[in-house]
Each structure stands twice: as C-alpha cells, then as structure tokens.
C-alpha cells in the first residue's frame, strides 16, 4: 500500500507529468515522460484521419498510478479523454478511482499542483473521510 492516497496526471499529445499527494500534503513527481510518437492532428492533412492514442505512452501512465487513492486527469485537447478510455479498457479498477478530467492549459507543474489542490481540497468524500461540523455548530441541550 502506497503512501500517496491521490494523484494527477497532467497530459498533452507530448507529455505527460504524473504527481502523487500524500495524506499530510507531501507531494512528488512520480513520472514526467514525452512521447516520441504523438503527432499533431491537423484538419486539412491529406489523410484526413485521427492518429491513434500512443499505447506504450498510455501505458507507462497506467504503471505509474500505483495508488490506493483517486486520481484526477487533466490537460489541454483530447489527449486526457484517450487517457481515460484507455485506463478504462485496459485498468477497470483504477478507472473506478478517476475523480475527474478536467481542462488545464498550464503546463507547468505550480499550476498542475495548484489545479489538484482545489480539486481534491473541495471532495467532502476525500480518503473515506466525512466532514464533520466544529464545536460551535453542535446544539447543546439546555443552552439558548
């Protein structure tokens, strides 16, 4: 069992930047990995047709996510889509952990961290765990 309870998987048709969260907010980079055959799709190619999500691309994303937690997939284009049906055709137990896919133009790994944490940081439902009131919310009996 992994220390890292979530992740996220920042992906674009060239790369991809795998970061895990521990539960006391320790984060690391686990993978940041280019793909060497991901061209770019262009409408008025002569061929006219949509080049095939990289599998050995996808894969190495897939072996990264060793985690027990929940797993948040973002980027700019499709490419998180590709991601996602691939994890669920080739992963059915880690798709059941993906969170979200969400848009994310910033590649950088500040605004890839920062779009992680107000995404698992709003999850009332994260780790298991139910929020609970404070103190102050509770109604004690007799009091006015």
């Known amino acids: 069992m992994s220390a890292y309870f979530d ?8 790369e991809a930047k795998l970061f895990h969260f521990s539960a006391k907010g320790e984060v ?21 047709t949509k080049h ?12 990264s996510l060793d985690h027990d937690g929940n797993t948040l997939i973002c980027g700019p284009g499709n490419s998180k889509y ?3 049906a691939y994890v669920q055709k080739h992963s059915p ?9 969400e848009d994310l133009d ?14 698992f940081g709003t999850r009332e439902h994260r780790h298991g765990m139910q929020r609970m009131p404070s103190a102050g919310h509770f109604d004690v009996p007799g009091k006015s």
């Open 7 to 14: 992740a996220v998987v920042f992906i674009d048709r060239r």
């Open 28 to 48: 690391k980079l686990v993978l940041a990995h280019t793909s060497a055959q991901r061209p770019h799709h262009q409408a008025n190619h002569e061929d006219r």
């Open 52 to 63: 095939a999500p990289d599998d050995e691309f996808m894969e190495t994303i897939v072996r």
């Open 82 to 84: 590709e991601l996602q």
């Open 93 to 101: 137990d880690l798709a059941a952990r993906i969170s979200g896919v």
């Open 106 to 119: 910033d590649p950088l790994d500040s605004g890839i961290l920062a779009a992680a944490r107000k995404f």
